[in-house]
């Protein structure tokens, strides 16, 4: 289970993440990046969701487990420190860059993926309803954050 912990401890299963993780890279990732091994950058910030998006902040850890959690805390930043430490089975940190500007930020990749397409098929209709929770239907495919 994937823990949130500045979301009052919501958790949400390795299944439904590693599908979000996934939608993430093919609807606001650049194009050549393989989400099973790239880094997504965390760019967590002292912000709203929406001030977030409105950053171009969509290709990111922080933006990712805001939509993940309940509504009440999309406003609290999520991809921290302690965030990584209670899921360091599923996260690694690392530097990477923030394709959007260019800069080396701080980052995550997956490690010890070993689920296999079909049960990311099964979490993929939630996975994407949580992002369609917050995008409009146009905006799901656009690559806007790069």
Known sequence: MVAFPHAGSHKASDALFLAAWRIC???FGPKELRWRTAAL?????KV???EQIRAGNQFSLD???RL???SSYRDTMQATKPFLAVNSH???????KNHRTGRTVNGATLK???LNDSDLSVQAPAAEALFQSYFRAGELSARNAI
């Open 90 to 96: 599923i996260l690694e940190p690392v530097k990477t």
């Open 63 to 65: 933006v990712l487990c």
């Open 41 to 45: 950058p965390r760019l967590n910030h």
């Open 112 to 114: 010890n993926c070993d």
């Open 25 to 27: 890279f093919q609807r």
């Open 68 to 70: 993940m959690v309940p």
């Open 48 to 50: 709203t969701l929406s």
